[in-house]
């Protein structure tokens, strides 16, 4: 099944549900970072919610989660767009704290205590930027946290990834809930129901059930009508040509230092794990053009 973002609305159009399989993305994204079981599910969840948060937003905007807490997994950095893409990383991806009640603990992986910053790029000059404590450290809940203390909309969000022993990732994704102000409360608390009866969405995922699928079991008997889709991937911007940039920003003396020690220096993308072989002539010939 290709990763797809899902959405739906009420008849009555207060209130409305996305959902996302991102099963295939964190597969990707454990492939490009290597990353360990505690990382790989920590990445895998902020990169969901990423994508739930995109969603969000209009035209060409993007948004980027920073969780910043005092574990062994150090600093995670995700984005995403509205077309769908993602992209992000774990500091230290290797580092694995041990599994509490046979489960992978992403809390302590991230560490009780720290922030989540927001950043949004919404086109304008300045970029908006939220920041909240971390909550409870599970990321899900840290986003709804942030979504009701630091732009006043109550939500409800699931996200899962459930890892195979071998470290593949059988089923990721999420959804979230949002009611237009002012909050319809009867509809917001029927919905909190029906998700705790409905269990983890991974599990949903792994039966087969499709975004759309899920979300109309949440909202059940509440007529609601689907309002689209859009086809999710992990995917970087970087290129040779931006690299070639970060060659250029460096100093001369580092530049000279550099090429005397090596033939060629290897640039590596944060974000995506891409690596970028710069050889003497070409670092010439960029210095050359500066
Ligand atoms: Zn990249």
């Known amino acids: ?83 769908g893409w993602c992209r992000g990383y774990v500091k230290n991806p290797h580092a694995d704290v041990p599994l509490k009640n046979g489960m992978i603990d992403v809390a302590a992986g991230i560490g009780k205590a720290g922030f989540l910053r927001v950043v949004k790029d919404i086109g304008l000059k300045e970029k908006y930027t939220g920041l909240v404590q971390l909550y409870t450290s599970e990321i899900g809940e840290d986003i709804a946290y942030y979504l009701t203390e630091s732009e006043q909309t109550p939500s409800a969000l699931n996200i899962g990834v459930h890892l195979l022993p071998d470290g593949t990732v059988a089923s990721a994704g999420g959804y979230l809930i ?12 029927y919905l909190e129901n029906e998700m705790a009866a409905l269990g983890p969405v991974t599990s949903l995922l792994a039966k087969g059930n499709t975004p759309s699928e899920i979300l109309s079991k949440l909202f059940n008997s509440i007529p609601h009508k689907s309002t689209g889709s859009t086809e999710l991937s992990f995917r970087c911007s970087c290129s040779m040509e931006k690299m070639d940039r970060a060659i250029l920003s460096l100093s001369q003396e580092d530049l000279g230092y550099l090429l005397e020690k090596d033939e060629s220096i290897e640039v590596q993308c944060d974000f995506c794990s891409e690596k970028y072989l710069f050889t003497k002539s070409h670092i010439n010939e960029i210095k050359k053009n500066k």
């Open 178 to 189: 949002q009611s237009l102000p002012p909050a319809d409360e009867a509809t917001i608390s």
């Open 1 to 83: 099944m290709k990763d797809t973002l899902e959405r739906i609305i009420t008849h009555a159009g207060n209130v409305f549900g996305i959902a996302c399989n991102t099963t295939q993305l964190v597969n990707e994204a454990c492939r490009r970072h290597d990353l360990g079981p505690t990382a790989a599910a920590a990445l895998g969840r902020a990169l969901t919610g990423s994508l739930l948060l995109a969603a969000l937003l209009k035209g060409r905007q993007s948004v980027q989660l920073i969780f910043e807490g005092n574990g062994p997994l150090g600093k995670i950095i995700t984005e995403a767009g509205t077309a």
